[in-house]
C-alpha cells in the first residue's frame, strides 16, 4: 500500500481505499463519488491525483462499513498471499497449500486477502 506522508499525515490514494475495502479499484473509485464519502484533502503534484486522510477514512469505515472494522473500530489489517508468507517465512506459492489454512476474508482483484488477526491466530494454534 502507498501512503504518502505530508507534513506528519498520512494519506490514502483511491488504490490505497481499494485494498484496505477489499474491492477494486473500479469499485473504490465509485465509492469515493458517494455523497457521504470524504473530500480528498490533497492532490498529488501529478495528474491530480486525489488523496484522503487515513483519519477520514478509518471514520467513514467505521460508520458505513463495520464489517471491515475490527473489534477496536479500526479498519482490518488485509494481508495477501506474499504478506503470510513472509510472516510465517515459507515462500509464496506454498502458501495456497498450507493445511487448514483460513479462508481469505475478501477478494482484490484476482488476489485473495485474509484478515491478518486471523492469519495470526491460525499461526499461534500451529505451534
Known amino acids: 500500500m502507498d501512503v504518502v506522508d505530508h507534513q506528519e499525515q498520512a494519506f490514502l490514494s483511491t488504490g490505497d481505499l481499494a485494498i484496505r475495502l477489499g474491492v477494486t479499484r473500479q469499485r473504490a473509485r465509485q465509492i469515493t463519488k458517494a455523497p457521504d464519502f470524504p473530500p480528498p484533502a490533497a492532490r498529488a503534484t501529478r495528474r491530480g491525483i486525489p488523496l484522503w486522510r487515513g483519519e477520514d477514512i478509518e471514520r467513514w469505515v467505521s460508520e458505513r462499513r463495520p464489517d471491515r472494522t475490527d473489534d477496536d473500530g479500526g479498519l482490518i489489517e488485509?494481508?495477501?498471499?506474499?504478506?503470510?508468507?513472509k510472516f510465517l517465512d515459507v515462500p509464496?506459492?506454498?502458501?495456497?497449500?498450507?493445511?487448514?489454512?483460513?479462508?481469505?476474508?475478501?477478494?482484490?482483484?484476482?488476489?485473495?486477502?485474509?484478515?491478518?488477526?486471523?492469519?495470526?491466530?491460525?499461526?499461534?494454534?500451529?505451534?
Open 78 to 85: 488485509l494481508w495477501s498471499a506474499p504478506d503470510i508468507g
Open 92 to 127: 509464496v506459492h506454498t502458501v495456497s497449500s498450507l493445511p487448514d489454512l483460513p479462508a481469505p476474508t475478501h477478494r482484490h482483484r484476482k488476489s485473495r486477502l485474509w484478515d491478518a488477526a486471523t492469519i495470526r491466530a491460525w499461526a499461534a494454534g500451529r505451534s
